[in-house]
């Protein structure tokens, strides 16, 4: 029996870790690297390294 269980644990696991991941996600990430980006910009045009 609890082979059984582990087996349809680790199924369901399995096809969970091979989802795609939704758009609206994939939006959102798009939408915080580009925010991040940006802030990470001077306003005189550097990149914001001191070096």
Do not use: C, H, W
Request: negative net charge.
């Amino acid at each position: 029996m609890d082979e059984q269980i582990d087996e349809n644990l680790k199924r369901v696991y399995d096809d969970v870790l091979n989802e795609a991941v939704p758009d609206r996600f994939l939006d959102l990430i798009a939408q915080l690297k580009s925010a991040n980006t940006a802030s990470e910009r001077k306003p005189d045009g550097k990149d914001g390294d001191d070096a």
